[in-house]
């Protein structure tokens, strides 16, 4: 948990902060209300790291609760996913979880209350003749005809929407506020609708259900939140919001706080055009390492915490904007450099014989698993005649620039002994298929005792003893910063944004399991993908690249050279 100087300050914790400075409030209350129509995204992170993170910070509570007012999208599938991605980014609801239609029988006794002072009626008009009458931003809209029904007709009314005496769409039970306000969501909303259809939680006992507006103060209502924290979209619906709780018998009244949506560039956020990219095969499921859903990047290797940090990082203000996937990379970055293990893989192998190395003998070698942080520990690595390099880190000639193995130059091997490479053999293409080297023995952490200076480092596995292993490279999903603003958002889609490597891993890769991570050094940061239990072989998911460092460091050195 954040101690208390790492706080993070925004606009909507300097409410609090007043409110409880002034005895508004004891307590802070507030809640996370996804709808269970699809999977949980980055986006929601933002929601949920600001509202548990203000309970916590305030030692108050948050609720799970989830928005289930429409029974034609929703599923218990995404409830059971929604929970278990809250959890996973370290978060704990108080009690159990809520769900808007437990307050289903409150919610109609509210709109009855509603119809009996006179501020709601049932409209019969077609939707297309509610559509004309509601008007435009620029002209006020028409009373209904039904507007002045009396109570007693309009009570009767709804008991027979209630009971299923009306089709869809034949009549609406409407808030009666105002046809010319300026704001559209206050001209006569519809508050219930009637729906035949079957309730994951409610089942067939209702045949009308409440509409979101008017559903979400009330229910905010009847848990005590204090602070209802929002996206900006529903910055005009703050006047509806408050004009239900003015005008029922309710003594709670949440205040309504708008924030900006988080957009994330090169990805797309909403669950509908998620759901379009899986329903159309352009990903593979919610869950695909490339989507920013929290499943996606749960898979990817982002780490919770990472997920968190990279929320307190963007802050919490009431300005549209468009944060870049660097930020994001970062966070996930900063985690991993201190906390993944190294490991060494080869994605795109050379063999490499040593000639001067016994046949028949192997070595285990130590390898610190973090190169500042002596006390995660080491592991053996084994060491062997015959070894597996990265292609690119071999050149037949190469300038000063070039740091690797180069013919008739020395480099020195991650953990190991220096080798110089003495001449390959290639196929009838001109591939190389091996490079012949002799090794210094006498270099084991140390220095060539004649102090000759070996300045290149390269990672290699033992042919010997490394595992089989699949790479997949991942890329940004699409090409454009903003994707959702496309016409045709499919003509955008990245087709490098997965590249598939087969190459090899340590022997101690073997026992890698789901959930952790690895720097496999000098490539970038890795997890072992869930495909690789279904399909018994090692695939791995590149969480992230390297920092560009390595580049720089060349860069560097050549310069200085
Ligand atoms: P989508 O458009 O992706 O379906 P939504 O707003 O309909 O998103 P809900 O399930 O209704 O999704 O959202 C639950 C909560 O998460 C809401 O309070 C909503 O404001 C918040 N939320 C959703 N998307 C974002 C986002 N991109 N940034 C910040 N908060 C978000
Ligand atoms: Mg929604």
């Not at 289903?104 to 004309?132: C, N, P, T, W």
């Not at 209702?206 to 979209?233: Q, R």
Request: with cysteine; proline share 4%.
């Amino acid at each position: 948990m954040a101690d208390t100087d790492s706080r993070p300050s925004n606009f909507i914790r300097q409410i609090i902060d007043k409110d409880l400075a002034s005895g508004k409030h004891s307590t802070v209350h507030t809640r996370f209300p996804p709808e269970p129509n699809g999977f949980l995204h980055i986006g929601h992170a933002k929601s949920i790291v600001l509202n548990f993170g203000i309970a916590e910070d305030y030692n108050g509570t948050c609720n799970l609760r989830f928005d289930d007012t429409n029974p034609l999208k929703e599923k218990v599938d995404y409830v059971n996913s929604i929970k278990q991605d809250v959890e996973w980014l370290g978060y704990q609801w108080e009690g159990e979880p809520r769900y808007s239609s437990n307050y289903f029988d409150q919610l109609h006794a509210y709109a009855v209350e509603l119809i009996e002072k006179g501020l709601a009626y049932v409209d019969f008009s077609s939707q297309e003749e509610m559509r004309e009458m509601r008007g435009t931003l620029k002209e006020p809209g028409k009373n209904s005809p039904y507007r002045d029904t009396s109570v007693e007709e309009n009570l009767k009314h709804f008991a027979d929407m209630t009971a299923g005496k009306y089709e869809e769409g034949k009549a609406a039970l409407r808030a009666k506020i105002d046809m010319s306000s300026p704001f559209m969501c206050m001209r006569d909303p519809v508050i219930y609708r009637v729906r035949f259809a079957h309730h994951h939680q409610t089942g067939d006992k209702w045949c009308v259900y409440p509409m979101y507006d008017f559903t979400h103060c009330i229910s905010d209502a009847l848990e005590g939140i204090t602070h209802s924290l929002c996206t900006l979209e529903f910055q005009d619906n703050r006047r509806l919001y408050d004009w239900v709780l003015d005008n029922i018998s309710i003594d709670c009244h949440p205040q309504q706080i708008e924030f900006s949506r988080l957009n994330l560039q090169y990805t797309v956020m909403s669950k509908r055009i998620i759901n379009t990219l899986v329903e159309e095969g352009k990903v593979t499921g919610w869950d695909d390492p490339r989507v920013a859903s929290v499943a996606g990047l749960r898979r990817r290797g982002y780490t919770p915490e990472s997920i968190r940090e990279f929320c307190r990082r963007i802050g919490v203000t009431k300005m549209d904007n468009q944060v870049e996937m660097s930020m994001l990379e970062a966070c996930i970055r900063d985690d991993l450099n201190e906390n993944a293990p190294r490991a060494m893989a080869v994605m795109d192998p050379v063999k490499v014989v040593i000639e001067n190395y016994p046949e028949d003998q192997t070595e285990s070698l130590n390898a610190p698993n973090h190169p500042n942080k002596p006390e995660m520990g080491e592991r053996d690595v084994t060491f062997s005649r015959e070894l597996w390099i990265e292609r690119e880190d071999f050149r037949e000639s190469a300038n000063k620039k070039f740091k690797r193995l180069v013919l008739d130059k020395e480099v020195r091997l991650r953990n190991a002994y220096v080798i110089r490479a003495d001449r390959v053999e290639k196929d009838a293409d001109g591939n190389i298929t091996t490079i012949y080297c002799h090794y210094d023995a006498d270099t084991l952490g140390k220095d060539p005792a004649d102090g000759r200076k070996v300045k290149g480092v390269i990672h290699w596995v033992s042919a010997e003893t490394a595992k089989d292993a699949e790479f997949r490279v991942y890329d940004r999903l699409f090409q454009v910063p903003n994707p959702a603003a496309e016409e045709d958002l499919f003509s955008t889609l990245n087709p490098e944004s997965l590249v598939i490597k087969k190459g090899f891993v340590e022997a101690n890769l073997a026992n890698a399991k789901l959930g952790e991570n690895f720097q496999f050094e000098r490539l970038g940061y890795y997890c072992l993908d869930t495909d690789a239990e279904k399909e018994g072989r090692l695939i791995f998911n590149q969480t992230v690249g390297l920092r560009d460092s390595w580049a720089k460091i060349e860069q560097q050195q050549a310069t200085e050279s």
